[in-house]
């Protein structure tokens, strides 16, 4: 999931945006909800890119990528994951990701994390679809250029005086 990279979540702020391209005053992003605004945020402001995100486990040293949790999410519960966020309480976020990541660390992994986490899945499933297609046959699909034969260069000819 190399296409995390141009993703990313700003501290404060709901939803998922697209970094566009570095700014003089912060970083150009556009807002992945039905809105698509682009805005200029702060140098100052908590940008986490969601290719650099990972999940605390149980073994202190070792944590799950997000890309993981998000291919397994894809692999257990298809193109989205239907919960009903106003009435669960805490244990049924755990016993949710208990499922996807039986491993996880509960001290440390909190229940916001995991709404957060399934948000942003659904979020990514219906905006960004070809995240979840396997590199090799996103390989595949891409076609190398048609090799034309070389046209000989023009000659240049003086002109006459």
Same mark, same amino acid.
């Given at each position: 999931?190399?296409?995390?990279?141009?993703?990313?979540?700003?501290?404060?702020?709901?939803?998922?945006?697209?970094?566009?391209?570095?700014?003089?005053?912060?970083?150009?992003?556009?807002?992945?909800? /039905?809105?698509? %605004? *682009?805005? &200029?945020?702060?140098? +100052?402001?908590?940008?986490?890119?969601?290719?650099?995100?990972?999940?605390?486990?149980?073994?202190?040293?070792?944590?799950?990528?997000?890309?993981?949790?998000?291919?397994?999410?894809?692999?257990?519960?298809?193109?989205?994951?239907?919960?009903?966020?106003?009435?669960?309480?805490?244990?049924?976020?755990?016993?949710?990701?208990?499922?996807?990541?039986?491993?996880?660390?509960?001290?440390?992994?909190?229940? /916001?994390?995991? %709404? *957060?986490? &399934?948000?942003?899945? +659904?979020?990514?499933?219906?905006?960004?679809?070809?995240?979840?297609?396997?590199?090799?046959?996103?390989?595949?699909?891409?076609?190398?250029?048609?090799?034309?034969?070389?046209?000989?260069?023009?000659?240049?000819?003086?002109?006459?005086?």
């Amino acid at each position: 999931m190399e296409g995390l990279k141009d993703v990313a979540h700003i501290a404060g702020r709901p939803g998922l945006f697209k970094i566009i391209k570095p700014g003089r005053a912060g970083v150009i992003v556009e807002s992945m909800d /039905s809105i698509g %605004k *682009k805005e &200029i945020v702060n140098a +100052n402001a908590k940008v986490s890119v969601l290719k650099d995100i990972s999940i605390y486990s149980e073994d202190y040293d070792k944590s799950t990528p997000l890309s993981e949790i998000f291919q397994t999410i894809r692999n257990l519960k298809g193109n989205s994951v239907e919960f009903d966020h106003k009435n669960a309480d805490p244990k049924s976020y755990f016993s949710f990701f208990a499922e996807i990541m039986p491993d996880f660390d509960t001290e440390r992994v909190y229940s /916001s994390d995991i %709404k *957060k986490i &399934i948000q942003w899945y +659904n979020l990514l499933s219906a905006q960004m679809p070809e995240l979840f297609t396997p590199a090799e046959i996103v390989e595949d699909t891409k076609e190398e250029p048609a090799k034309e034969a070389k046209k000989p260069a023009a000659k240049k000819t003086k002109a006459a005086k």
